[in-house]
Structure formats: structure tokens, C-alpha cells
């Protein structure tokens, strides 16, 4: 049975940090992503990474966020510092079990088999 299921969400003042771990069961996964969404906004892409460790940001958190994976427990972690009122979302992870070349795709929701149910991460000014 598949299973994602992110935690560590949470309210945080702007300039702190969050950790997101996202366990997912179920089968070996080639590519994770983390996205967001915020109210009345569309769902954004975060972060990205390959089974090999390559990993990929949006340009709107480059710098601040960082994607890690641990193979041997299947989970995908995000590390979010520096954090501001507009990071505010729910967060999700997601994953794709079939290795997908093209790392220009990787933004794209429809590219991930299995999603998370979502955490809430609140950052006040």
C-alpha cells in the first residue's frame, strides 16, 4: 500500500526554520517533489529530487530551502529556513516510482504518481 505523509508543519515567525519529513511507503520512488499551495494561488512547485541526488528549486526559495533524501527510509526531507510570511501554504510531497529523464518536467504536478495529504506551515511577521 502507498503511503506519503508529511508532519512538521507548524506556525513559525518570520526569519525561523521548519523541517518537513515526508516518509513514503510502499515501493522505491526515482524522483520526490514538494509543493505548495496557498489560498487563492495556484499549487507551486518547491523542490525537487532524483533518485541520484540531483536536485532542483524554484527560483522563490533557492537559497533558503533545501530538498534531501534518505533511500534507506524512503523519506523526503525539506529543510525551510530564512522563512517569510509568504512561504505560508500548505506544503505536500509527492512521488514518481518511473524514472523520468527530462528534469524540465519535474515542476509539473502530473508527473508524480502519489501525493501527501498535506501539512500547514504558517509564517507571521
Known amino acids: 500500500q502507498v503511503q506519503l505523509v508529511e508532519s512538521g508543519g507548524g506556525s513559525v515567525q518570520a526569519g525561523g526554520s521548519l523541517r518537513l519529513p515526508c516518509p513514503a511507503s510502499?515501493?522505491?520512488?526515482?524522483?520526490y517533489g514538494w509543493f505548495r499551495h496557498a489560498p487563492g494561488k495556484e499549487r507551486e512547485f518547491v523542490a525537487a529530487?532524483?533518485?541520484?541526488?540531483?536536485?532542483y528549486y524554484a527560483d522563490s526559495i533557492k537559497g533558503r530551502f533545501t530538498i534531501s533524501r534518505d533511500n534507506a527510509k524512503n523519506t523526503v526531507f525539506l529543510q525551510m529556513s530564512s522563512l517569510k510570511p509568504e512561504d505560508t501554504a500548505v506544503y505536500y510531497c509527492?512521488?514518481?516510482?518511473?524514472?523520468?529523464?527530462?528534469?524540465?518536467?519535474?515542476?509539473?504536478?502530473?508527473?508524480?504518481?502519489?501525493w501527501g495529504q498535506g501539512t500547514q506551515v504558517t509564517v507571521s511577521s
Open positions: 509527492a512521488a514518481r516510482s518511473d524514472f523520468l529523464v527530462w528534469s524540465s518536467t519535474y515542476s509539473l504536478p502530473r508527473v508524480y504518481d502519489y
Open positions: 510502499g515501493r522505491t520512488w526515482s524522483l
Open positions: 529530487i532524483r533518485n541520484g541526488g540531483s536536485t
